[in-house]
Structure formats: structure tokens, C-alpha cells
């Protein structure tokens, strides 16, 4: 057996050799190459009747109840309406533990306002943005009573 596998290994090795050396030989052959002419693609179309087209299928089924999916869309703008300013207001708080946290929610609760939280490294921001300047004032007075310092101006959008 060992004399088997002694010899084995050697003449596969040997028969990929020579397999490889056949192969690039092949490859590289020496035969000149003949220049022709590029292929050219002869087709021979046959053109159908716009009536019997396929696509006019398509276009058939909008009286049927069915309309299709179009790329273009035409929008009509009014744009002789006047644009009405309403003033926006922003008020904005430092929470800093919390406790303070859970009374400002429970209060934002209350009053039934929108809020926004941001959470950083200095604390959690609150920003309200509302348009109802006096329900803003009771809320700021309502938390001075958690000790949280709230600031209410006017919210300019920035384009």
C-alpha cells in the first residue's frame, strides 16, 4: 500500500503537468489571426398593424373602470392665494433630573400639549412649538414650581 501511495502522488502530479502544458500550448498557438469583416445582424422586422398592437390593449381598459400607473402627473397651483403669517412660539427647558422629568411629563399630560424631548449630554431639552401663547405662560408658570426654568420665543423657520 505504502509503495502504491509512494508512487501515486508523483505521477498525478506528473499527468497535471502535462495537462497544463498541453493546455497553454493550445492557447498560444502560433496561427495567424484572420482579420474578417465585424459580424453584422441582419434582422428582418415585420411591422404590425397599430390596431392590433398590444398596446392598445392597454390603453382600451380606462373605459373599462381600470386606469394604469402614469410617470407624469399634472398638479394645478393657485397661487394667487394670499399667505397668512401665523405666529409660531417655541418654548424651550433644561430638565436635569428625573424627577423633574416625570412632573414635566405629567403636566405636558394635563395640558394636552405636543412636545419634543432631546436627550444629550448636558441634560434633556423640551421644545413645544405652539401657536396658543397662554396655554405656553400657564405651563411655564406650572413648572417653576418643579424648579424646571422654561423660556417661551417666538419659533423662526429656518429655509
Known sequence: MQTVLKWLTPTIALGVAIFILFFLISINSQEPIVEGEP?????NLVQKNPERMWLNHFSESERKGYSYPVNEVYVKL????????????????KVKDPYQLFCLKEELRGHQLKYYLKKD??????????????????LVKVLK?????????????EY
Request: charged share 30%; glycine share 4%.
Open 145 to 157: 414650581n418643579y424648579k424646571i426654568q422654561a423660556q417661551i420665543g417666538l419659533f423662526k423657520e
Open 39 to 43: 459580424l453584422a445582424l441582419e434582422t
Open 78 to 93: 393657485d397661487l394667487d392665494e394670499k399667505i397668512t403669517k401665523t405666529k409660531t412660539y417655541k418654548l424651550s427647558a
Open 121 to 138: 449630554k448636558q441634560g434633556i431639552d423640551l421644545l413645544i412649538y405652539s401657536q396658543n401663547v397662554d396655554k405656553l405662560n400657564n
